[in-house]
C-alpha cells in the first residue's frame, strides 16, 4: 500500500502539481523542490522494489539506482537534447542514501527477527 501511495503521489506531482508550479508559481525555490521531487520520490520507490522485492540487498539497490539515474540523464542529455539536470543525480543519490540509513536503523535495531516487515516499521517511525 504505501509504495502504490508514494507511486500516486510521484505521479500526481509529475504531470500536474510541477507544472501547475511552473506556469503559476514565481519562487524559484518551490519550483526546484517540486523539479526534483520526481527523482526523490522516484528513488524512494525503487529503493523499496529493489530492496524488498528483486535484489534484497542494500548495496545492490543503491548501486542499480544510482547507476541507472547517472545513464538515464547521459543518455537524456544524448539522445534527446536535454539539459544534463545534476540536480536530478543529486535528488536520486540523496533520496538513496536517505533510504539506506533509514534500513540500516531500523534492521539493526531489529534484533528480535519479528515478523515486522520493512514498510511496517518505516510507518511506525
Same mark, same amino acid.
Given at each position: ?28 525555490? #518551490? ?5 526534483? $521531487?520526481? @527523482? !526523490? %520520490?522516484?528513488?524512494? +520507490?525503487? /529503493?523499496? *522494489? ?16 544510482? #547507476? ?5 540523464? $547521459?543518455? @537524456? !542529455? %544524448?539522445?534527446?537534447? +536535454?539539459? /544534463?539536470? *545534476? ?31 520493512? +514498510?511496517?516499521?518505516? *510507518?511506525?517511525?
Amino acid at each position: 500500500m504505501p509504495l502504490l501511495l508514494l507511486t500516486v503521489v510521484y505521479a500526481l506531482n509529475r504531470h500536474y502539481i510541477r507544472p501547475y508550479i511552473n506556469a503559476n508559481v514565481d519562487s524559484s525555490s #518551490i519550483q526546484f523542490l517540486f523539479g526534483i $521531487l520526481p @527523482n !526523490f %520520490l522516484g528513488a524512494i +520507490i525503487m /529503493f523499496i *522494489f529493489f530492496r524488498y522485492i528483486v535484489l534484497k540487498s542494500v548495496k545492490g539497490t543503491f548501486l542499480c539506482i544510482n #547507476i541507472y539515474i547517472v545513464c538515464h540523464e $547521459l543518455l @537524456n !542529455f %544524448l539522445t534527446d537534447n +536535454i539539459n /544534463f539536470d *545534476f540536480y536530478d543525480i543529486l535528488a536520486t543519490v540523496t533520496a538513496t542514501v536517505v533510504m539506506s540509513l533509514i534500513d540500516f536503523k531500523i534492521t539493526s535495531s531489529n534484533t528480535d527477527q519479528n515478523d515486522s516487515t520493512f +514498510i511496517d516499521k518505516l *510507518f511506525k517511525l
